[in-house]
C-alpha cells in the first residue's frame, strides 16, 4: 500500500514563520501523469482557456473553476494530502474557493507581477486573509520556465495596496521594492509532484518563460469556513468541503474515459475578471 504524505506540526512551524511550505513528492508520478493526460485530452479544458498576456507580450494560458467534480483534479483538491493540509495550517475546516490551471508555454509564456492573493479576495468580502493556496507542479518548475517566487515572512506585513501594476493587479511597488531588500527571495523550484502551499498575504510573483519547456500548475484555494464573505461575488460562499481519502486521485483514472461530458469547468468561462487580475 502506498504511504502518503502529510503535514506535520513542524510544517505548521515553518508554514507560520515562513508563510510558505514545500513538501516535495507530494504526487506521485502516476497521479501526475493522469494530470497531465487529462490536461491533453479534456475538451472542457480545451473550452475553458484564457490566455492572459503581460505587458512585455507574452501570455499564460489559464482555465478556473470555482465548483469540484469527481475527475482527477476534484480529488486532488479534496483529498487528505491538499485540504487536509489546508485545514492543519489554517487551524479549522477550510472549503474550496476555487481551482485554476496555469499554462506556460515555451519561449515566452507570461510572467506574473508582485501581488498577494488577498490583495484582491479581500474585495470579494473576505474579512480575514485566512485563506492559502496549494500548488502542485505538473511539470518541472525552474528558473528558466518561469517558476514561482515568493518573499519569505511577507505574509507578516499584513494586506499592501493594490493598483495596476504593468496590466495586471499587483502590489503597491514601493512597498514591495523596500520588502525586496529585507526579505529572503526564495525561486520556488519544483520537481512534477512537488506542492508549495502558501498563505494569501504572501507576496509573490513569476518570470516569463524563456525555456523550451512549458511550466504547468494546479493551483487548489482554500478559505476558512469562518471565514465565510459577508457578500455575494464571483467565488463560492461557504460550502461544506467533503474530504477523501487519497488513493482517491488514482481512482479518478478510472473515469477520466468519461470525462468529456462530466462538466467540472462548466463556471470557468464566468471566472474572466477574476483570472486577469493575478495568477
Known amino acids: 500500500m502506498t504511504t502518503h504524505i502529510h503535514l506535520d506540526d513542524a510544517d505548521v512551524t515553518a508554514f507560520d514563520r515562513d508563510g510558505y511550505l514545500i513538501k516535495r513528492g507530494l504526487f ?3 497521479e501526475i501523469a493522469l494530470c497531465n493526460r487529462v490536461i491533453a485530452t479534456d ?3 480545451k473550452g475553458s482557456r484564457l490566455k492572459l498576456a503581460d505587458a512585455a507580450g507574452g501570455s499564460t494560458e489559464l482555465a478556473l473553476w470555482n465548483h469540484l467534480g469527481e475527475d482527477v483534479f476534484g480529488m486532488i483538491a ?3 494530502r491538499v485540504a487536509g493540509g489546508a485545514e492543519k495550517l489554517l487551524g479549522g475546516e477550510v472549503y474550496h474557493y476555487h481551482s485554476k490551471l496555469t499554462m506556460k508555454r515555451p519561449g515566452g509564456g507570461g510572467r506574473w507581477e508582485w501581488h498577494q492573493d488577498y490583495g484582491y479576495w479581500y474585495q470579494n468580502g473576505c474579512l480575514y486573509p485566512d485563506m492559502l493556496s496549494v500548488a502542485v507542479a505538473l511539470e518541472p518548475a525552474t528558473r528558466e520556465n518561469g517558476c514561482m517566487q515568493l518573499l519569505a515572512g511577507s505574509h507578516k506585513l499584513g494586506r499592501l495596496e493594490h493598483g495596476r501594476v504593468a ?3 499587483g502590489a503597491d511597488p514601493e512597498r514591495v521594492e523596500q520588502a525586496l531588500a529585507r526579505l529572503e527571495l ?4 519544483m520537481a512534477a509532484g512537488d506542492a508549495l502551499f502558501f498563505h494569501s498575504n504572501t507576496l509573490h ?3 516569463a518563460n524563456l525555456s523550451d519547456k512549458s511550466r504547468n500548475l494546479l493551483i487548489c484555494c482554500y478559505n476558512k469556513a469562518s471565514n465565510d464573505p459577508y457578500k455575494e461575488h464571483h467565488h463560492p460562499r461557504y460550502t461544506g468541503l467533503d474530504i477523501v481519502a487519497d488513493e482517491a486521485v488514482l ?6 474515459a468519461d470525462a468529456a461530458g462530466r462538466g467540472f469547468l462548466e463556471e ?3 471566472e474572466t475578471t477574476e483570472a486577469r487580475r493575478a495568477g
Open 28 to 30: 506521485s508520478g502516476d
Open 205 to 207: 510573483c513569476s518570470a
Open 186 to 189: 526564495v525561486h520556488c523550484e
Open 43 to 45: 475538451p472542457a479544458i
Open 167 to 169: 496590466g495586471q493587479t
Open 251 to 256: 481512482a479518478a483514472g478510472e473515469r477520466v
Open 268 to 270: 470557468g468561462k464566468d
Open 78 to 80: 479534496r483529498c487528505g
